[in-house]
């Protein structure tokens, strides 16, 4: 069975930090392309970052570029996404999501509240 678990959002005041963590089992991680994704109330999804299933390839919406950094431990079954200088409008369910042709899976993700 996969799953994929996101875990470290939480409440921070703008400004602020948070590394989100996406830890995936039952599938072959390393041959799976991942975005983060986020959905705000009332909102489109949006994919925040991607990355190719061997690392040469990071991209990011403008959005977030030069905040977040998204990072992959293949090794471990692992991603990241390092988010700094959050504002209120980054407020959202993040949500890891890794995708080939062989699947599309999802986290059950976790919020992340800037606010003051």
């Known amino acids: 069975q996969v799953q994929l678990v996101e875990s470290g959002g939480g409440f921070v005041q703008p400004g602020g930090s948070l590394r989100l963590s996406c830890a995936a089992s039952?599938?072959?991680?390393?041959?799976?392309?991942l975005r983060w994704q986020r959905q705000a109330p009332g909102k489109q999804r949006e994919i925040v970052a991607s990355?190719?299933?061997?690392?040469?390839?990071?991209t990011y919406s403008d959005a977030v570029k030069g905040r977040f950094t998204a990072s992959r431990d293949n090794a471990n079954n692992s991603a990241y996404l390092q988010m700094n200088n959050l504002k209120p409008d980054d407020t959202a369910m993040y949500f890891c999501?890794?995708?080939?042709?062989?699947?599309?899976?999802w986290g059950q993700g976790t919020q992340v509240t800037v606010s003051s």
């Open positions: 999501n890794a995708y080939n042709r062989l699947g599309d899976y």
């Open positions: 039952g599938l072959a991680f390393s041959m799976y392309d």
């Open positions: 990355m190719s299933y061997d690392l040469r390839h990071t």
